[in-house]
């Protein structure tokens, strides 16, 4: 691997997070930690300076605020909730290496119990369908930094290495992206290239999507209904470095780049039903974790500003495409989760947290929107995790 490999948290004990793994990714406080304040932000919510006309394709906007569900409430260093899928609950445990657990929702049943080798810590997310789970481990220590994931067939609890499975291409780079149970990684070619690979879980069934030249690679996958969007960063470590971001159908088709509103600072983005947002920061920016966000309704429209957003949270889910924000006002930090879908006027605000709490980055399952709450004021402390439809 040619990164450095380093989980993120919110708070110490949530292991459950999304991990940063490249010298791309922020390396200070995480995303959604009560720490990151980094310089005084007084940003406020940002609200949509555009209106765009609606489309008889686009599912009509539900009126008032999505209904939350609450899957799972546990103390701060207690289990923590990866994903919800129809049939199973997936929680991490906050011990260091990050036991995954797979419970059968129905009986309650434990099916899987996945505790890392020695040396590694369990990383985000887990790939789920009805039958199989993946669940990928990382070790970045040392001089021999290593990937490992392993195929759990759900209805026997056993585990394959996918190493040993010649047909799939190896994971060089921790980062997937899933919807589902279509997953999109990394995987370094013969060539030393390093190439965006699309996956069924079901079938481990793959195809190349794009690649790029050593010492260029490709990152952030997010994958939502109809696409893969990822970014691909040439030059790095060069004052020539460069990165833009590319999306190509999942049911195959010419990987098309996304226009930048400036060019190669774009970071991450979601495409849904040809339109898609993305945020865009320069890598010497001081504070990483404040993205500029940008919408375009269609691959040829116009870039429209959504204002600030929290860097690497942006995800596809159901109808819609979601991102969090942060705001500070009169020095009380506070995040919001948003979502916009094509043909909507403005975003949508999805939850806020009331003061002294942080929000994990979201992920999607089953067409629902998951995320975790930490509650660190005063008295009790807790986190809960929150689930929305995104139909």
């Known amino acids: 691997m040619r990164r450095t490999l380093a989980p993120i948290a919110i708070v110490a004990g949530l292991a459950l997070l999304a991990s940063a793994c490249s010298s791309d990714k922020p390396e200070s406080a995480p995303p959604g930690s009560p720490s990151t304040t980094g310089t005084p932000n007084t940003t406020k919510t940002p609200s949509s300076p555009y209106s765009t006309p609606s489309s008889p394709s686009v599912p009509p906007t539900p009126a008032g605020p999505p209904k939350l569900t609450k899957i799972l409430q546990q103390p701060v260093d207690g289990q923590h909730v990866v994903t919800q899928q129809r049939k199973y609950l997936v929680t991490r445990g906050s011990d260091d290496a990050g036991i995954t657990t797979v419970t059968d929702r129905s009986s309650k049943r434990v099916v899987v119990k996945h505790v890392p080798p020695a040396g590694f810590v369990a990383q985000s997310p887990v790939v789920i369908d009805d039958h199989w789970a993946l669940i990928e481990d990382i070790r970045d220590d040392g001089p021999d930094p290593q990937i490992r994931a392993y195929r759990y067939d759900l209805t026997t609890g056993k585990a394959v290495d996918l190493a040993t499975q010649k047909a799939l291409p190896r994971i060089s780079e921790p980062e997937i992206g899933a919807a589902e149970g279509t997953f999109a990684y990394s995987s370094t070619d013969a060539k030393r290239r390093s190439c965006l690979v699309i996956a069924e879980l079901a079938t481990l069934k793959a195809r190349t999507v794009s690649c790029v030249a050593d010492p260029g690679y490709v990152a952030d ?51 849904l039903r040809g339109a898609t947002v993305w945020s865009e920061i320069g890598a010497s920016d001081p504070d990483q974790y404040q993205s500029t966000g940008y919408v375009r309704e269609t691959a040829t429209g116009q870039a429209r500003s959504i204002g600030s957003i929290v860097t690497d949270t942006i995800v596809a889910c159901g109808n819609w495409i979601h991102w969090e924000v942060r705001t500070v006002t009169e020095g009380v930090e506070r995040f919001q989760l948003q979502r916009w879908q094509p043909g909507t006027a403005r975003p949508q605000r999805v939850y806020a947290t009331p003061p002294d709490s942080a929000v994990t980055p979201p992920t999607c399952q089953d067409g629902n929107l998951i995320f975790e709450v930490a509650h660190l004021g005063a008295g009790s402390k807790y986190t809960e995790a929150l689930q929305v439809s995104a139909s």
């Open 221 to 271: 996958p997010v994958v939502s209904a109809d696409s893969v969007t990822f970014s691909e960063i040439t030059n790095p470590q060069t004052a020539r470095r460069c990165k833009r971001l590319l999306t190509a159908p999942l049911a195959g088709g010419a990987v098309k780049p996304i226009a930048a509103a400036k060019n190669c600072i774009q970071w991450s983005g979601a495409s």
